[in-house]
Protein backbone atom coordinates (compact mmCIF):
# COMPACT_ATOMS: atom_id res chain seq x y z
CA UNK A 1 0.00 0.00 0.00
CA UNK A 2 1.07 3.48 -0.72
CA UNK A 3 2.36 5.42 1.73
CA UNK A 4 0.07 8.93 2.33
CA UNK A 5 2.81 11.19 2.04
CA UNK A 6 3.71 9.71 -1.46
CA UNK A 7 -0.50 9.74 -2.07
CA UNK A 8 -0.05 13.41 -1.33
CA UNK A 9 3.14 14.00 -3.71
CA UNK A 10 1.29 12.18 -6.23
CA UNK A 11 -1.62 14.40 -5.92
CA UNK A 12 0.57 17.66 -5.72
CA UNK A 13 0.68 19.89 -8.66
CA UNK A 14 2.82 22.57 -6.81
CA UNK A 15 5.57 22.70 -9.26
CA UNK A 16 3.25 24.52 -11.62
CA UNK A 17 2.22 26.93 -9.53
CA UNK A 18 5.05 29.66 -10.71
CA UNK A 19 3.18 29.86 -14.24
CA UNK A 20 -0.63 31.61 -14.75
CA UNK A 21 -2.42 29.69 -12.70
CA UNK A 22 -6.40 31.16 -13.30
CA UNK A 23 -8.46 27.89 -11.95
CA UNK A 24 -7.03 25.51 -9.39
CA UNK A 25 -8.15 22.46 -7.71
CA UNK A 26 -6.98 19.87 -5.54
CA UNK A 27 -6.39 17.72 -8.57
CA UNK A 28 -6.18 20.56 -11.75
CA UNK A 29 -4.40 23.46 -12.64
CA UNK A 30 -5.39 25.70 -15.52
CA UNK A 31 -2.75 28.00 -16.82
CA UNK A 32 -3.58 31.04 -19.04
CA UNK A 33 -1.41 31.49 -22.15
CA UNK A 34 0.74 30.57 -25.16
CA UNK A 35 1.74 26.71 -25.15
CA UNK A 36 4.91 27.27 -26.43
CA UNK A 37 5.86 29.14 -24.05
CA UNK A 38 4.38 28.22 -20.70
CA UNK A 39 5.39 23.96 -21.42
CA UNK A 40 9.20 25.94 -21.98
CA UNK A 41 8.65 26.43 -18.18
CA UNK A 42 7.30 22.92 -17.21
CA UNK A 43 9.61 20.14 -15.41
CA UNK A 44 11.25 17.49 -18.29
CA UNK A 45 9.82 14.00 -17.93
CA UNK A 46 6.79 15.22 -15.58
CA UNK A 47 3.25 14.28 -17.49
CA UNK A 48 2.38 10.73 -18.12
CA UNK A 49 -0.32 11.71 -21.14
CA UNK A 50 -0.88 14.40 -23.06
CA UNK A 51 -4.07 14.66 -25.27
CA UNK A 52 -3.73 17.55 -27.68
CA UNK A 53 -6.31 18.56 -30.33
CA UNK A 54 -4.48 21.56 -31.83
CA UNK A 55 -5.57 24.10 -34.36
CA UNK A 56 -7.25 23.06 -37.88
CA UNK A 57 -6.08 26.09 -39.48
CA UNK A 58 -9.22 25.49 -41.48
CA UNK A 59 -11.03 29.15 -40.32
CA UNK A 60 -10.13 31.25 -43.42
CA UNK A 61 -13.06 32.60 -44.56
CA UNK A 62 -14.61 29.55 -45.74
CA UNK A 63 -18.12 27.81 -45.25
CA UNK A 64 -19.32 24.53 -43.98
CA UNK A 65 -23.06 23.01 -43.42
CA UNK A 66 -24.41 22.76 -39.85
CA UNK A 67 -28.07 22.00 -39.50
CA UNK A 68 -28.83 22.48 -43.15
CA UNK A 69 -27.55 25.94 -43.18
CA UNK A 70 -24.87 27.55 -44.73
CA UNK A 71 -22.47 28.72 -41.95
CA UNK A 72 -18.95 30.36 -41.72
CA UNK A 73 -16.26 27.89 -40.79
CA UNK A 74 -14.51 30.66 -38.46
CA UNK A 75 -13.50 28.99 -35.18
CA UNK A 76 -11.37 31.93 -34.04
CA UNK A 77 -8.14 33.98 -34.42
CA UNK A 78 -6.21 31.00 -32.89
CA UNK A 79 -7.96 28.51 -36.15
CA UNK A 80 -6.14 30.91 -39.05
CA UNK A 81 -3.80 29.37 -41.16
CA UNK A 82 -0.53 31.29 -41.88
CA UNK A 83 0.42 28.93 -44.69
CA UNK A 84 1.32 25.08 -44.97
CA UNK A 85 5.00 25.92 -43.73
CA UNK A 86 3.96 28.10 -40.74
CA UNK A 87 1.53 25.69 -39.87
CA UNK A 88 4.10 23.02 -39.90
CA UNK A 89 6.58 24.68 -38.05
CA UNK A 90 3.98 25.78 -35.19
CA UNK A 91 2.90 21.72 -34.82
CA UNK A 92 6.57 20.75 -34.77
CA UNK A 93 7.27 23.30 -32.34
CA UNK A 94 4.38 22.28 -29.55
CA UNK A 95 4.66 18.92 -30.49
CA UNK A 96 8.14 18.75 -29.58
CA UNK A 97 7.69 20.51 -26.59
CA UNK A 98 5.12 17.99 -25.40
CA UNK A 99 7.71 15.36 -26.07
CA UNK A 100 10.21 17.16 -23.45
CA UNK A 101 7.81 17.01 -21.10
CA UNK A 102 6.39 13.46 -21.46
CA UNK A 103 8.12 11.01 -19.10
CA UNK A 104 9.70 8.01 -21.26
CA UNK A 105 6.94 5.92 -20.06
CA UNK A 106 4.28 8.34 -21.02
CA UNK A 107 2.09 8.77 -24.83
CA UNK A 108 0.65 11.19 -26.59
CA UNK A 109 -2.98 11.59 -28.42
CA UNK A 110 -3.17 13.94 -31.12
CA UNK A 111 -6.10 14.22 -33.05
CA UNK A 112 -6.66 16.08 -36.52
CA UNK A 113 -8.85 15.89 -39.39
CA UNK A 114 -7.11 15.64 -42.91
CA UNK A 115 -6.79 19.27 -43.25
CA UNK A 116 -3.51 19.02 -40.46
CA UNK A 117 -3.70 15.49 -39.29
CA UNK A 118 -0.36 14.76 -42.19
CA UNK A 119 1.26 17.71 -41.44
CA UNK A 120 0.88 16.25 -37.84
CA UNK A 121 2.04 12.48 -38.28
CA UNK A 122 5.05 13.61 -40.35
CA UNK A 123 6.46 16.25 -37.21
CA UNK A 124 5.74 13.37 -35.01
CA UNK A 125 8.47 11.32 -37.24
CA UNK A 126 10.65 13.85 -37.70
CA UNK A 127 10.82 14.35 -34.16
CA UNK A 128 11.76 10.64 -33.12
CA UNK A 129 8.29 9.64 -31.88
CA UNK A 130 7.33 6.27 -32.29
CA UNK A 131 3.49 5.78 -33.14
CA UNK A 132 1.68 3.12 -31.60
CA UNK A 133 -1.88 3.55 -33.36
CA UNK A 134 -3.87 5.63 -35.89
CA UNK A 135 -7.74 5.88 -34.13
CA UNK A 136 -10.13 6.65 -36.58
CA UNK A 137 -12.98 8.10 -35.07
CA UNK A 138 -16.03 7.75 -36.96
CA UNK A 139 -18.88 10.81 -36.51
CA UNK A 140 -22.13 9.07 -37.01
CA UNK A 141 -23.75 12.58 -37.02
CA UNK A 142 -21.72 14.49 -39.05
CA UNK A 143 -22.82 17.48 -41.35
CA UNK A 144 -23.73 16.57 -45.30
CA UNK A 145 -21.82 18.57 -47.34
CA UNK A 146 -23.02 20.88 -49.21
CA UNK A 147 -20.88 21.28 -52.62
CA UNK A 148 -22.09 17.48 -53.27
CA UNK A 149 -18.03 17.02 -54.95
CA UNK A 150 -17.14 14.65 -52.28
CA UNK A 151 -17.98 12.23 -49.73
CA UNK A 152 -18.87 13.55 -46.38
CA UNK A 153 -16.57 14.09 -44.25
CA UNK A 154 -17.23 11.63 -41.13
CA UNK A 155 -14.07 10.79 -39.43
CA UNK A 156 -11.22 12.21 -37.42
CA UNK A 157 -7.83 10.76 -36.63
CA UNK A 158 -6.17 10.28 -33.15
CA UNK A 159 -2.36 9.61 -33.28
CA UNK A 160 -1.44 7.63 -30.66
CA UNK A 161 2.38 7.84 -29.87
CA UNK A 162 5.36 7.49 -27.37
CA UNK A 163 8.14 10.07 -26.64
CA UNK A 164 10.73 7.83 -28.41
CA UNK A 165 11.42 4.86 -30.34
CA UNK A 166 12.75 1.89 -28.31
CA UNK A 167 13.17 -1.92 -28.46
CA UNK A 168 11.10 -1.89 -25.38
CA UNK A 169 8.03 -0.31 -24.66
CA UNK A 170 7.68 1.18 -21.20
CA UNK A 171 3.73 2.71 -21.73
CA UNK A 172 0.60 2.47 -20.34
CA UNK A 173 -1.85 0.69 -21.75
CA UNK A 174 -4.99 -0.84 -20.13
CA UNK A 175 -5.18 -4.13 -22.64
CA UNK A 176 -7.57 -5.99 -20.47
CA UNK A 177 -9.64 -3.43 -19.54
CA UNK A 178 -10.12 -2.15 -23.39
CA UNK A 179 -10.71 -6.15 -24.01
CA UNK A 180 -13.61 -6.21 -21.47
CA UNK A 181 -15.06 -3.74 -23.15
CA UNK A 182 -15.29 -4.77 -26.28
CA UNK A 183 -17.12 -7.87 -24.96
CA UNK A 184 -14.00 -10.07 -24.45
CA UNK A 185 -12.69 -9.50 -28.09
CA UNK A 186 -9.58 -7.15 -28.69
CA UNK A 187 -10.20 -3.35 -29.09
CA UNK A 188 -9.31 -2.44 -32.63
CA UNK A 189 -8.59 0.89 -33.67
CA UNK A 190 -11.59 1.50 -35.86
CA UNK A 191 -15.45 0.81 -34.87
CA UNK A 192 -16.51 -2.37 -34.93
CA UNK A 193 -19.80 -3.15 -36.21
CA UNK A 194 -21.81 -3.85 -33.49
CA UNK A 195 -24.60 -1.86 -33.18
CA UNK A 196 -25.64 -2.68 -29.43
CA UNK A 197 -24.81 -0.08 -27.84
CA UNK A 198 -21.77 -1.81 -25.40
CA UNK A 199 -19.47 -3.22 -28.48
CA UNK A 200 -19.91 0.35 -30.51
CA UNK A 201 -16.16 1.62 -29.44
CA UNK A 202 -15.03 4.47 -31.53
CA UNK A 203 -18.71 4.80 -32.42
CA UNK A 204 -18.69 7.95 -30.50
CA UNK A 205 -21.10 10.85 -31.73
CA UNK A 206 -20.13 14.65 -31.46
CA UNK A 207 -21.23 15.84 -27.95
CA UNK A 208 -24.67 16.36 -27.01
CA UNK A 209 -26.51 19.42 -25.49
CA UNK A 210 -26.34 18.23 -22.27
CA UNK A 211 -22.22 18.43 -22.81
CA UNK A 212 -22.53 22.06 -23.76
CA UNK A 213 -24.71 23.04 -20.73
CA UNK A 214 -22.42 24.89 -19.23
CA UNK A 215 -21.23 26.73 -21.78
CA UNK A 216 -19.83 26.24 -26.04
CA UNK A 217 -16.57 25.84 -28.09
CA UNK A 218 -16.71 25.62 -31.52
CA UNK A 219 -14.44 22.33 -32.06
CA UNK A 220 -15.68 20.72 -27.94
CA UNK A 221 -14.59 17.14 -27.80
CA UNK A 222 -17.06 14.57 -26.65
CA UNK A 223 -16.51 13.32 -23.27
CA UNK A 224 -16.95 9.65 -24.18
CA UNK A 225 -14.17 10.42 -26.57
CA UNK A 226 -11.07 11.43 -24.16
CA UNK A 227 -12.81 8.79 -21.71
CA UNK A 228 -12.05 6.09 -23.61
CA UNK A 229 -8.27 7.54 -24.08
CA UNK A 230 -7.71 8.41 -20.55
CA UNK A 231 -9.17 4.81 -19.00
CA UNK A 232 -6.82 2.93 -21.98
CA UNK A 233 -3.47 5.13 -21.03
CA UNK A 234 -3.08 6.00 -17.77
CA UNK A 235 -4.02 5.51 -14.60
CA UNK A 236 -4.65 6.85 -11.29
CA UNK A 237 -2.63 9.52 -9.95
CA UNK A 238 -1.18 9.99 -13.17
CA UNK A 239 -0.30 13.66 -14.77
CA UNK A 240 -2.74 14.33 -17.75
CA UNK A 241 -1.66 17.65 -20.16
CA UNK A 242 -3.71 19.30 -22.69
CA UNK A 243 -1.96 22.39 -24.39
CA UNK A 244 -4.86 23.14 -25.94
CA UNK A 245 -7.18 23.11 -23.49
CA UNK A 246 -10.72 24.58 -24.88
CA UNK A 247 -13.73 24.00 -23.00
CA UNK A 248 -11.65 21.27 -21.52
CA UNK A 249 -13.22 18.14 -22.06
CA UNK A 250 -9.70 16.28 -21.34
CA UNK A 251 -9.64 17.61 -17.83
CA UNK A 252 -13.38 16.91 -16.85
CA UNK A 253 -12.66 12.88 -17.99
CA UNK A 254 -9.19 12.96 -16.06
CA UNK A 255 -10.44 14.72 -12.86
CA UNK A 256 -12.99 12.52 -12.79
CA UNK A 257 -11.34 9.63 -13.31
CA UNK A 258 -9.32 10.21 -10.34
CA UNK A 259 -5.98 11.49 -12.72
CA UNK A 260 -4.34 15.00 -12.42
CA UNK A 261 -4.77 17.82 -14.94
CA UNK A 262 -3.24 20.71 -16.36
CA UNK A 263 -4.68 22.19 -19.40
CA UNK A 264 -3.45 25.45 -21.08
CA UNK A 265 -5.38 27.74 -23.40
CA UNK A 266 -5.08 31.39 -24.61
CA UNK A 267 -8.29 32.04 -24.61
CA UNK A 268 -8.95 32.63 -20.55
CA UNK A 269 -12.88 32.23 -21.00
CA UNK A 270 -12.35 28.69 -22.07
CA UNK A 271 -10.52 27.81 -19.22
CA UNK A 272 -13.40 29.37 -17.01
CA UNK A 273 -16.23 27.31 -18.31
CA UNK A 274 -13.17 24.36 -17.83
CA UNK A 275 -13.60 24.96 -14.37
CA UNK A 276 -17.47 25.60 -14.67
CA UNK A 277 -17.40 22.05 -16.27
CA UNK A 278 -15.26 20.52 -13.45
CA UNK A 279 -17.39 22.31 -10.67
CA UNK A 280 -20.34 20.34 -12.17
CA UNK A 281 -19.04 16.67 -12.14
CA UNK A 282 -17.63 17.42 -8.84
CA UNK A 283 -21.11 18.55 -7.15
C1 LIG B 1 -9.36 22.63 -31.27
S1 LIG B 1 -9.59 23.58 -29.82
C2 LIG B 1 -9.54 22.38 -28.51
C3 LIG B 1 -10.93 21.91 -28.09
C4 LIG B 1 -10.91 20.95 -26.91
N1 LIG B 1 -10.34 19.67 -27.26
C5 LIG B 1 -12.31 20.73 -26.35
O1 LIG B 1 -12.73 19.58 -26.14
O2 LIG B 1 -12.99 21.71 -26.09
C6 LIG B 1 -8.04 24.37 -29.67
C7 LIG B 1 -7.89 25.34 -28.50
O3 LIG B 1 -6.52 25.71 -28.44
C8 LIG B 1 -6.39 27.05 -28.06
N2 LIG B 1 -5.08 27.48 -28.58
C9 LIG B 1 -4.72 27.72 -29.87
N3 LIG B 1 -3.42 28.02 -29.96
C10 LIG B 1 -2.92 27.97 -28.69
C11 LIG B 1 -1.63 28.18 -28.12
N4 LIG B 1 -0.57 28.52 -28.86
N5 LIG B 1 -1.50 28.01 -26.78
C12 LIG B 1 -2.55 27.69 -26.00
N6 LIG B 1 -3.80 27.49 -26.49
C13 LIG B 1 -3.98 27.62 -27.81
C14 LIG B 1 -7.61 27.76 -28.66
O4 LIG B 1 -7.97 28.91 -27.91
C15 LIG B 1 -8.69 26.64 -28.61
O5 LIG B 1 -9.51 26.79 -27.47
Known amino acids: MQSRSRLEQRDSLAFVDSLPVRHEGDRFRLLSGDS ?31 AGRRVSVNKGAWDASL ?11 WLAACRRVLKPSGTIWV ?36 ACRFFTHSTELVIWAAPARGKQLLHTFNYPQMKA ?11 PLSDDGGGVLWDLAAPGKREKALGRHPTQKPIALLDRII ?14 NGSGTTGVVAVGRGRRYVGIDLDPTYLDLTERRIAATRA
Open 36 to 66: LELLERMPAASVDLVFADPPYNLSNGGTTCQ
Open 83 to 93: GLAEDHGFHRR
Open 111 to 146: SGTQHVIFSLGFAMQELGYHLLNTVTWFKPNASPNL
Open 181 to 191: QNGGKQMRDMW
Open 231 to 244: AASSNPGDLVLDPF
